[in-house]
Nanobody
Framework: QLQLVESGGGLVQAGGSLRLSCAAS????????MGWFRQAPKKEREFVAA????????DYADSVKGRFTISRDDAKRIVYLQMNSLKPEDTAVYYC?????????????????WGQGTQVTVSS
């Protein structure tokens, strides 16, 4: 089992920044691809970003490219999502997730472990 706990969400004005954290416990964190997803009210869950084990590969949704950065600290067992130039449409509950391997990382169904989510609200 891998337990994931997100933090760092909150209320921010448009144009502002937030950094989300996802702390992992349990199995070998460094072996997992880590992803961030989000779900806005009345919308489907969508992929945001992913980072492979060893941080050799990253992937971003087009909507966040150039604004969000995913990173990981395997020693601390934490994955981060730095979010800059936030827009009201970024408002959602953000979830981190983990999976072994690096295929179909943009599909939520690929992931085995999920956190409980953290709310991000961007005001206009």
């Amino acid at each position: 089992q891998l337990q994931l706990v997100e933090s760092g969400g909150g209320l921010v004005q448009a144009g502002g920044s937030l950094r989300l954290s996802c702390a992992a416990s349990g199995r070998t964190f460094s072996a997992y691809t880590m992803g961030w997803f989000r779900q806005a009210p009345k919308k489907e869950r969508e992929f945001v970003a992913a980072i492979s084990w060893g941080a050799t590969s990253t992937d971003y949704a087009d909507s966040v490219k150039g604004r969000f950065t995913i990173s990981r600290d395997d020693a601390k067992r934490i994955v981060y999502l730095q979010m800059n130039s936030l827009k009201p449409e970024d408002t959602a509950v953000y979830y981190c997730a983990a999976v072994l391997g690096w295929t179909t990382v943009e599909r939520g169904e690929s992931y085995n472990y999920w956190g409980q989510g953290t709310q991000v609200t961007v005001s206009s």
